[in-house]
């Protein structure tokens, strides 16, 4: 019912930058009235939240991201994008868009795009 396409990841070095798109679809789904998010999961390590936009444009990050990272949406294309700047070798991981719908609760996850990023 809902498709999260991301796109953008790639290899860069340390200091790069990154611009990280997510373009949402689905006939009953209110890209709008959703809190959209990126996450990330480096191997062997734990899915972790980087960065969320709700549906009133509030934002948050992650403290390792704070600064370099920001996240935007434009509801009028149903997109989120991640600008990454200022990248560390850290920052590797694959990278994941969310969606969530407050209330109803439902969760909607895209297939990820790889970001890597050497010294």
């Known amino acids: 019912q809902v498709q999260l396409v991301e796109s953008g990841g790639g290899l860069v070095q340390a200091g790069g930058s990154l611009r990280l798109s997510c373009v949402a679809s689905?006939?009953?789904?209110?890209?709008?009235?959703?809190?959209m998010a990126w996450y990330r999961q480096a191997p062997g390590k734990q899915r972790e939240l980087v960065a969320v936009?709700?549906?009133?444009?509030?934002?948050s990050y992650a403290d390792s991201v704070k600064g370099r990272f920001t996240i935007s949406r434009d509801n009028a294309k149903n997109t989120v994008t991640l600008q990454m700047n200022s990248l560390k070798p850290e920052d590797t991981a694959v990278y994941y868009c969310?969606?969530?719908?407050?209330?109803?609760?439902?969760?909607?996850w895209g297939q990820g795009t790889q970001v890597t990023v050497t010294s």
């Open positions: 969310n969606a969530n719908r407050p209330r109803i609760g439902r969760d909607y």
């Open positions: 689905g006939s009953t789904f209110i890209f709008r009235l959703n809190s």
């Open positions: 936009i709700s549906s009133s444009f509030s934002t």
